[in-house]
Each structure stands twice: as C-alpha cells, then as structure tokens.
T-cell receptor, first 109, second 113 residues
C-alpha cells in the first residue's frame, strides 16, 4: 500500500462549486507539498506546509495540515475550468518527496 | 532563471535501444532529482544528486539505468536496452536544499515500441 493515500481518486464538480481533496499519511508528516499537473506535463508547485495546524491560501486554493491526524486537505472555492487537472500531495522523506497517486479533478461548465 | 528544463519532451524508441535524457536544473540549486511516473500514479523517486555526488538510488533503478551529474550542473539519465515497461514520464526536479521546495521540469515522455 502507498504511504500517502489521496481521496477521492477523481471527482467531477460543477463550475462555481467548491471541492476538497484529502491526503492521509501512514507516517509522521514533516513537510507536505501540493502540486498540480496537467495531463502529460510537469508538476506545478501550489503550496508547502510544514507546521501542524498551518493553513495557506493562494487565490481560491486553501491547504491545511493536521499533523496529529497525519493529514492534509486542499480546498478550492468556486471552481473554474482552469482548476481542472491532477492534484498530487507529496511528503518530504529524508530530503526527497514521496507522492500519493493523485486526484483527477474535472470541472463541468 | 528559466526553471528546470528537460530534453527531449518526447522520445519514441524501439525495444532494446538505448536512450538518454537531459535535465538542466535551476542554476543555484545544488540538489537534482529524477522521478518516474506511469499513468494514473504519482511520481516515484529514482535517484538524487547533491552537486555532483549521487547520494541515493531507488531499488527501482535497475542496472540498465544510470544517471550522472558530472559538473554538478546538468544531469543525464540513460536507459540501456529499453523494455516496454520503461514507457513512462521521466521527471526531473531541483531544490536549493533540504525542505526548501522542489521545482519540477516538464518531463520527458518515453514510449518504447
């Protein structure tokens, strides 16, 4: 089984609606990264969380880290077509990142 | 600073051929990482360098794979005697140091036919 589990695996959201993606680790989290990937392309950095309880926002995307639960969530408010893609969480392990399998987001007009 | 560059973007090769990919990191980043990503999965760690030293290699990196970073700047990843199972996206990332963020390139998509 993977160290990082993302849920849901995929989701379809109506444009303008909110969505939440979860990332749960089987190990203690020391640093949690969120990336976005368009199909067939590289990873675009979204946010990095390092402290328990930390919350960061950029435009309409908010990410939180619950260190006790070994979990992070990514929330998108009022989704737009530009939010479509694959969202990946990565945990820092001994100077490198270990990733979840990703959540595919589809935004319907 | 133009980010992390990877070349080529796409490579189609016949089974049994050798292929080499190049990665140019952000110039001031001393760490360079290689990952492999297959469809529907997250990137899997292959190896990483600090300057010219290769510090860690994953068990995924079979003896057909070799990576170098001769002058501590760009890196190459070579796959010898390619197999169909090598078909994947190969991603390169660089970092200025531990926990300070990882910037990814656009990847090289390899198709072995």
């Amino acid at each position: 089984s993977q160290e990082l589990e993302q849920s849901p695996q995929s989701l379809i959201v109506q444009e303008g609606k909110n969505l939440t993606i979860n990332c749960t680790s089987s190990k203690t989290l020391y640093g949690l990264y969120w990336y976005k990937q368009k199909y067939g392309e590289g990873l675009i950095f979204l946010m990095m969380l390092q402290k328990g309880g930390e919350e960061k926002s950029h435009e309409k995307i908010t990410a939180k880290l619950d260190e006790k639960k070994q979990q992070s969530s990514l929330h998108i408010t009022a989704s737009q077509p530009s939010h479509a893609g694959i969202y990946l969480c990565g945990a820092r392990r001994q100077d490198k990142l270990s990733f979840g399998a990703g959540t595919t987001v589809t935004v319907r007009a | 600073d133009t980010g992390v560059s990877q070349d080529p973007r796409h490579k189609i090769t016949k089974r049994g051929q050798n292929v080499t990919f190049r990665c140019d990191p952000i110039s001031e980043h001393n760490r360079l990482y290689w990952y492999r990503q297959t469809l529907g999965q997250g990137p899997e760690f292959l190896t990483y360098f600090q300057n010219e030293a290769q510090l860690e290699k994953s068990r995924l990196l079979s003896d057909r794979f070799s990576a170098e970073r001769p002058k501590g700047s760009f890196s190459t990843l070579e796959i010898q005697r390619t197999e169909q199972g090598d078909s994947a996206m190969y991603l390169c990332a660089s970092s200025p140091g531990s926990g300070n963020g990882y910037t990814f390139g656009s990847g090289t998509r390899l198709t072995v036919v």
